[in-house]
């Protein structure tokens, strides 16, 4: 029997942090007095249901204790998905998290980030559509950027995608999908080697739909002309797996090629020996280079001037 994921050790062993529970949010506090810059960390979803809660996995601590390490307060709120309705709630909590972050008297209200893993990554579009001014960055890692096949209807909200083209939402979403499991699909990954990891290859993804599997991604967009205000979007920090999984693959480059295309600030970390999952998985000097790579670019826009 192999260790499972959320037992799995963290790439980094950074100098544990101070932790606070506030009910379903944790917070990882660095040391010295003074208003430090602020990052939410979304875990991925949905999880596997026997997994333990995600605040407690040695990967998200390890990620809390980084950035406190470098003098950011990190909130990890407890996330929980089981059907595409459930996305709503996360949402909520993610930005409840947030304003957490900014009324607390060690944050500086103004220099916040958000920092994606996994599945996780369906939650960006709101982020990217209409950014509040005190959103200097986003990080993604390994993100799911688009519903799996076979997944139930997901609300247009949480395709990113359609982010980069669609003004903010103005009310309610148009249609409500039935409650429903999600078929299984967990996103988070069991370390059981290569071949049960769904034998991903380096191989380049192809980004139109019969490639992608249905993930409603059009790659005939990536021509379109920029908006005007694209200027007001947060850089966009991705960090790529090269090994990733070959339904996850597609998403993240049709995003990225529509990113590129219109001019949206992007950074790009490529993990090219990397899987999804690396930054527990892949005990490698490359590994441990993306993480500190992401977190300081992270951190560079959340103090910049």
Do not use: C, K
């Amino acid at each position: 029997m192999g260790t499972s994921f959320w037992e799995s050790p963290f790439v980094l062993d950074p100098r544990p942090a101070a932790v606070e529970r506030h009910g379903d949010v944790d917070l990882h506090v660095p040391a010295g007095d003074g208003r430090h810059p602020a990052v939410v960390i979304v875990h991925g979803v949905p999880g596997p249901p026997e997994a333990p809660d995600a605040r407690d996995w040695p990967l998200y601590r390890g990620y809390g204790a980084l950035l406190a390490e470098a003098g950011v307060l990190a909130a990890i709120p407890r996330l929980t998905v089981a059907s595409p309705d459930d996305l709503y709630t996360v949402a909520a909590r993610v930005a409840a998290a947030a304003e957490l972050l900014r009324a607390d008297p060690r944050v500086d209200p103004d220099r916040l980030g958000l920092w994606f893993f996994s599945g996780a990554g369906l939650l960006l579009g709101d982020w990217l559509r209409d950014p509040p001014v005190w959103l200097r960055g986003v990080a993604a890692t390994y993100p799911l950027l688009a519903p799996l096949p076979g997944w139930p209807p997901v609300d247009p909200r949480f395709r990113p995608i359609d982010a980069l083209d669609l003004p903010a939402p103005t009310g309610d979403a148009t249609a409500t999908p039935a409650r429903a499991d999600f078929g299984g699909a967990d996103i988070e990954p069991v370390p059981t080697g290569d071949a049960a990891s769904g034998g991903t290859g380096t191989g380049s993804a192809r980004t139109d739909d019969a490639a992608s599997g249905g993930t409603g991604i059009d790659p005939a967009r990536t021509g379109e002309a920029a908006r005007p205000d694209e200027a007001a979007r947060p850089t966009l920090v991705l960090t790529r797996a090269g090994r990733e999984r070959p339904e996850v693959a597609p998403t993240i480059e049709a995003f990225t090629a529509v990113a590129r295309r219109r001019g949206i600030p992007l950074h790009v970390v490529d993990v090219p020996n990397g899987q999804h999952g690396f930054d527990a998985l892949d005990h490698t000097e490359e590994s441990r280079t993306a993480v500190r790579t992401a977190r300081d670019t992270l951190l560079n826009l959340l103090t910049a001037p």
